[in-house]
């Protein structure tokens, strides 16, 4: 086990002109997992190539134990990598794939056996080692990809969105098999995904990167209650945090559109700094769960409700996410084009909040919400940056 | 100025309810329409496909049959052939010392040039595949040698290189070395011959150059990570996966250095010598057939050669189960 080091990591291409990953700076403990999560074309993949040794760097420090790695050959960094397509040798047995940097490595027939035998135990693949990749199911030859790594019992596990290929179920299966194998194991893991649920559930921490810089590294709750700027409190979440133009006044209250907000004590004393911002615009952001329908909330409080139409429900069974048309001016979290997920909130006064199933709504129909205030977001209208101090 | 004619003055009748309408405009009742388009459609494919069929009929069906009936004649071209039965074929088998030695010419030259063409269209696309810069025209300027190698110009001119005073001799001799006429020495001939066929390894390269586009990048990368070098690379990984296209290269070079023909015709000034050391299959055929005028030999021949192309591709094709490896299998 090691742990891993990025300091200032930087790759340009063309000359300087793109930056794909911009001064990442990280520190990864050991046996620690890290998600790099981001939307398309952030660095993410870029940044794990880097620490492959797949991709030169162009400036910055990748550290791997107490070894600077910067131009060792990636067979010498003690890592195994997982790649997206798997990147198993089509003409080989399961057995062989599992073997193959054994095999390179001219160790002993009986070791190479032992180890691609316990391997094939711990992934269930014991059956199947004799097939060919082309005879395994989505989620076999993920597992078979996994062997190749843990079987050469590597320092490091660098894994490029190795469940993007499977189907929405096994995703979810081999999700929590990859993350208990891990924690088993104990491997210092960086794994990289555009998928924010994958980087929630499986993280230690999470690191968001955009256009190569990286927004935010903390534990997933922690990125989740606490987002840094706005970009990070869209893009973690599902649905996405709804965002709005707001201001606070002395009462001190939250002027949304033509509502009035009243902000508890805690909400100050928990963000100093947001007492600076009476009198001035901001961004105020709600998660979907913290607005209730105020017909089924324990105890009615007016001081923090809204009226709103309902514009369109989708009836999960556990809960019902409604898509509302409020009296607000949503914020623009400018991102790159990629992420339509984030945009699609952007729409002027919609708003998605997640009742019970208790909640009986239909289209069309006005609906009193309630805010849970306590959990109200804010953030600086002109950077986006989260305010607390 | 005189009226146009009106929509009413129309020649075609509009078609009932339930009928289709022609090409030509006539209607049809919906029962039989089905088939009288389908017809119509049948008559327009086979007028389309009439150039290729008389290709097909003129210039391989009729001729090869008349080869196969013209196998079991005596036929000298100016008098009508004479029925001999399997007389040709077992005068083949039998006492034609000058037909036993074309066999193993040929045989030594498809054994030399099929597995050294592979070899050097591999090793080539292998290094263009590596990025190089100008790539587009290397890839033209190995890939020409494989349209102009079997004309008649092209033997002409490899007869001048290997000659005696040759530009092959003349490069020879900037490194002290002293040539010699390798075109007429029975010793080297063939191996002009075959160095002439293998230098048309462009087509085979091109295969090759596609194929390995396909194999993708992340089974090196991994290889790389897993501490292999580039030969473990190219062994475990880069051949295993051309095995298909190996293969399907394999097949067609065979087909091709068996009827190879004008490159050892040009060489040796159609003799197939000197001292037959170039007297391929194809060329004792056509002395014996252009040149001897005995079209039914020539006929028999042909079929023996057609057949034992024939076997050689199934051998290649049967061996195929134990080295080619296809990825869905």
């Not at chain 1, 909040?353 to 919400?369: C, L």
């Amino acid at each position: 086990m090691a742990r891993v080091s990025l300091q200032n990591l930087t790759k340009t291409y063309a000359g300087g002109y793109l930056r794909a990953v911009d001064g990442l700076n990280v520190d990864i403990a050991d046996g620690e997992f890290l998600v790099l999560v981001g939307p398309s074309g952030c660095g993410k993949s870029t940044a794990l190539r880097m620490i492959a040794g797949l991709e030169d760097i162009t400036d910055g420090a990748v550290w791997i134990g107490d070894q600077f790695v910067n131009d060792v050959h990636p067979k010498d960094r003690d890592i195994a990598m997982v790649f997206q397509n798997y990147a198993l040798y089509p003409h080989m047995s399961v057995f062989d794939n599992i073997a193959f940097a054994l095999q390179i490595s001219q160790m002993p027939r009986s070791e190479i056996d032992a180890r691609v035998r316990e391997a094939a135990r711990i992934l269930e693949l014991t059956d199947y080692l004799k097939r060919r990749p082309g005879h395994l199911s989505g989620g076999q030859r993920q597992r078979v990809a996994m062997g190749r790594a843990i079987v050469r019992n590597p320092s490091v596990f660098l894994m490029d969105e190795p469940l993007s290929n499977l189907d929405a179920k096994l995703r979810v299966q081999m999700r929590a098999e990859i993350h208990s194998l891990q924690h088993r194991l104990g491997v210092t893991t960086i794994y990289v995904t555009h998928d924010q649920t994958e980087a929630m559930t499986m993280g230690d921490r999470v690191a968001l990167l955009k256009d190569g810089v990286l927004q935010q590294v903390d534990r997933p709750t922690d990125i989740y209650n606490r987002p840094a700027n706005t970009f990070v409190a869209a893009f973690i979440g599902s649905p996405t945090m709804n965002l709005y133009h707001a201001a606070i006044d002395g009462g001190p209250t939250l002027k949304l559109g033509s509502s009035d907000i009243r902000i508890p004590q805690s909400v100050f004393d928990a963000r100093p700094g947001l007492s600076r911002y009476k009198g001035k615009p901001l961004i105020a952001g709600i998660r979907p769960e913290d607005i209730g329908d105020a017909a089924t909330a324990p105890q009615r409080d007016p001081s923090r409700e809204l009226t709103a139409k309902v514009e369109l429900f989708e009836d999960l069974g556990s809960d019902t996410l409604v898509h509302l048309g409020v009296d607000a001016q949503a914020a623009e979290v400018r991102s790159s084009d990629s992420l339509d997920e984030i945009k699609s909130n952007d729409a002027k006064g919609r708003c998605i909040a997640r009742f019970t199933a208790k909640s009986e709504v239909a289209i069309d129909q006005t609906v009193t919400v309630q805010l849970d205030t306590e959990r109200l977001h804010f953030f600086d209208a002109e950077t986006g940056e989260a305010i607390w101090t | 100025m005189k009226p146009g004619p009106g929509p009413e003055k129309s020649a075609v009748t509009p078609a009932p309810q339930g009928a289709a309408v022609l090409p030509s405009g006539r209607a049809v009742p919906a029962g039989r329409a089905g088939t009288n388009i389908r017809r119509l459609e049948n008559r327009a494919a086979y007028m389309f496909l009439i150039p290729w069929l008389a290709g097909l009929f003129g210039i391989t069906i009729i001729p090869v049959t008349v080869s196969l009936y013209l196998s079991f004649t005596d036929y000298n071209v100016l008098s009508a052939p004479t029925w001999v039965g399997l007389e040709n074929y077992e005068k083949l088998i039998s006492g034609d010392r000058r037909y036993e030695n074309s066999l193993w010419v040929t045989l030594k030259f498809v054994g030399y040039s099929v597995p050294l063409v592979l070899v050097f269209s591999l090793t080539v696309a292998v290094v263009l595949n590596r990025g190089l810069a100008g790539l587009a025209i290397y890839r033209s300027l190995f890939y020409v040698p494989s349209l102009i190698g079997a004309s008649v110009g092209i033997g002409l001119l490899w007869y001048q290189v290997f000659g005696e005073r040759g530009v092959f001799n003349d490069l020879l001799g900037l490194f002290g070395f002293e040539g010699r006429s390798w075109v007429t020495n029975p010793r080297y001939a063939l191996s002009t011959v075959i160095a002439l066929n293998v230098w048309t390894f462009g087509a085979s390269m091109v295969i090759f150059l596609a194929a390995l586009r396909q194999i993708p990048d992340s089974y090196y990368e991994a290889a790389s990570i897993d501490g292999a070098n580039g030969w473990q690379k190219f062994r475990r990984i880069t051949l295993p996966l051309l095995t298909p296209v190996i293969f399907f290269n394999m097949v067609l070079l065979t087909i091709q250095s068996f009827q190879s023909f004008t490159q050892a015709f040009v060489i040796s000034r159609g003799t197939g010598g000197p001292v037959d050391s170039t007297l391929l299959y194809t060329v004792y055929l056509y002395q014996r057939a252009f040149q001897h005028l005995e079209m039914g030999y020539a006929s028999a021949m042909a079929w023996v050669l057609l057949i034992a192309i024939a076997l050689f591709t199934a051998l290649i094709f049967w061996s195929a189960k134990y080295w080619v490896f296809y990825g869905d299998k």
